[in-house]
């Protein structure tokens, strides 16, 4: 459908194409030898590229205040490896995650693949409302559901774009730690803040001395998500098992693009090019702002994003966002509706709506579209 002439596609959660570092990559490929590029053509090993692992320990102690005593790093193909890997190694037969509402439709996919239930968690423009969440979990668990993870988006989460305050990470850890229950943090999007500085927006695992978070980077939007190269951090009993079964999922990450991401890193290019894309992402996400200001109905409602790629919008209760879809498509304009991001049993009036791949006028003409197909139904 994304490729249906004339359709205006706000559905994909992709980065700007226009902007991918072509260059740069082009540049680290031809300053190769022939000794690298044997390397980065034959098999590796499962945990990854050594140079790499220590890179990213690296970074992950300089760039996000991680504690890495006790800690390991794991390279995955791409997080939602990453996120299949750590639901096959947490989860039993109807165990549980407990997942903000709304979540990712790839995490959610992957708990249940493996058999897991969700205990939806709400929030609010501060992230997932904590007051109450102990009591949820003990009541879950008093009907015999054992709680085995609690995963969290913590900056500009994907679909909703809200970003967990960080009293509230402080607070999550502390149930965490009293419950015993790992936090799985997936943080591809805590490089592309519009305001602030970054230590506005630290990992849980930043704060987490008990090795209770179970960390998951990318570089999907911060070199390529063609490139397939993500990462874990955790307790090194804990990634030995996740390395155990990632020899059954695929052996090994390319080893080609682990070599790019590490060159990527050590030339500078990964911190030039965030910084390049934060103003660009910024300005498209003014223009869907703005844009939701002129042409949506009084009775709809949306989020106002700090950063990454995505707004959730909230429609009145009565109406479906599949019923809505269905319409939008005539009048040119798609989105992902709100169902696929949500647990069993929730209400689907809502819409995903995402800038990150869209010039500024296709984003305005495509809420323009929108809103005149809202206008209607209400």
């Given at each position: 459908?994304?490729?249906?002439?004339?359709?205006?596609?706000?559905?994909?959660?992709?980065?700007?194409?226009?902007?991918?570092?072509?260059?740069?990559?082009?540049?680290i490929?031809?300053?190769?030898?022939?000794?690298?590029?044997?390397?980065?053509?034959?098999?590796?090993?499962?945990?990854?590229?050594?140079?790499?692992?220590?890179t990213?320990?690296?970074?992950?102690?300089?760039?996000?205040r991680?504690?890495?005593?006790?800690q390991?790093?794991?390279?995955?193909?791409?997080?939602?490896?990453?996120l299949?890997?750590?639901?096959?190694?947490?989860?039993?037969?109807?165990?549980?995650?407990?997942?903000?509402v709304?979540?990712?439709?790839?995490?959610?996919a992957?708990?249940?693949?493996f058999?897991?239930k969700?205990?939806?968690?709400?929030?609010?423009?501060?992230?997932?409302?904590?007051e109450?969440?102990?009591?949820?979990?003990?009541?879950?668990?008093k009907?015999?559901?054992?709680?085995?993870?609690?995963?969290?988006?913590?900056?500009?989460s994907?679909?909703?774009?809200?970003?967990?305050t960080?009293e509230?990470r402080?607070?999550?850890?502390?149930?965490?730690?009293?419950?015993?229950?790992?936090?799985?943090?997936?943080?591809?999007?805590?490089?592309?803040?519009?305001?602030?500085?970054?230590?506005?927006?630290?990992p849980?695992?930043?704060?987490?001395?008990?090795?209770?978070?179970?960390?998951?980077?990318?570089?999907?939007?911060?070199?390529?998500?063609?490139?397939?190269?993500?990462?874990?951090?955790?307790?090194?009993?804990?990634?030995?098992?996740?390395?155990?079964?990632?020899?059954?999922?695929?052996?090994c990450?390319?080893?080609?693009?682990?070599?790019?991401?590490?060159?990527?890193?050590?030339?500078?290019?990964?911190?030039?090019?965030?910084?390049?894309?934060k103003?660009?992402?910024?300005?498209?996400?003014?223009a869907i702002?703005?844009?939701?200001?002129?042409?949506?109905?009084?009775?709809v409602?949306?989020?106002?994003?700090?950063?990454?790629?995505?707004?959730w919008?909230?429609?009145p209760?009565?109406m479906?966002?599949?019923?809505?879809?269905?319409?939008?498509?005539?009048?040119e304009v798609?989105?992902?509706t709100?169902?696929?991001?949500?647990?069993?049993?929730?209400?689907?009036?809502?819409?995903?709506?995402?800038?990150?791949?869209?010039?500024?006028e296709?984003?305005?003409?495509?809420?323009?579209?929108?809103?005149?197909?809202?206008?209607?139904?209400?």
């Open positions: 459908m994304a490729n249906t002439p004339g359709l205006i596609s706000m559905a994909g959660g992709m980065p700007d194409s226009e902007n991918l570092p072509f260059e740069e990559i082009k540049e490929i031809n300053g190769w030898d022939t000794s690298k590029a044997r390397v980065g053509l034959q098999y590796g090993t499962t945990k990854g590229y050594t140079p790499l692992l220590e990213i320990r690296e970074r992950m102690e300089e760039k996000k991680i504690p890495m005593r006790g390991d790093v794991i390279i995955t193909t791409g997080s939602q490896q990453a299949a890997l750590v639901s096959k190694v947490l989860l039993n037969d109807d165990e549980i995650i407990c997942v903000e709304p979540s990712f439709i790839g995490a959610i992957s708990f249940y693949s058999h897991g969700l205990l939806g968690i709400p929030v609010d423009d501060e992230g997932m409302i904590i109450g969440l102990d009591e949820r979990i003990e009541e879950s668990e009907l015999g559901k054992k709680v085995k993870g609690i995963y969290v988006i913590p900056n500009f994907n679909p909703s774009g809200i970003t967990l960080q509230r402080k607070k999550l850890l502390q149930i965490s730690v009293q419950k015993n229950i790992p936090i799985i943090e997936d943080d591809p999007y805590g490089d592309l803040y519009f305001y602030g500085k970054y230590e506005d927006y630290l849980i695992k930043s704060l987490d001395s008990s090795g209770n978070v179970i960390y998951l980077g990318t570089f999907s939007k911060v070199l390529s998500p063609g490139i397939r190269v993500g990462w874990i951090v955790a307790e090194k009993m804990l990634v030995e098992k996740l390395e155990l079964q990632k020899q059954s999922f695929d052996a990450t390319s080893p080609l693009c682990q070599i790019i991401a590490l060159d990527y890193i050590r030339k500078g290019f990964i911190d030039g090019y965030v910084e390049k894309m103003p660009i992402y910024r300005a498209k996400r003014d702002l703005e844009a939701m200001e002129a042409y949506m109905p009084d009775k409602s949306w989020t106002k994003p700090n950063g990454g790629l995505f707004v919008i909230t429609l209760e009565s479906n966002s599949e019923h809505v879809f269905k319409e939008a498509v005539k009048n798609a989105f992902v709100g169902d696929a991001f949500l647990p069993e049993g929730h209400p689907n009036n809502y819409i995903r709506l995402t800038y990150g791949d869209l010039p500024l296709t984003i305005k003409r495509g809420v323009r579209k929108l809103g005149e197909v809202l206008k209607k139904m209400l």
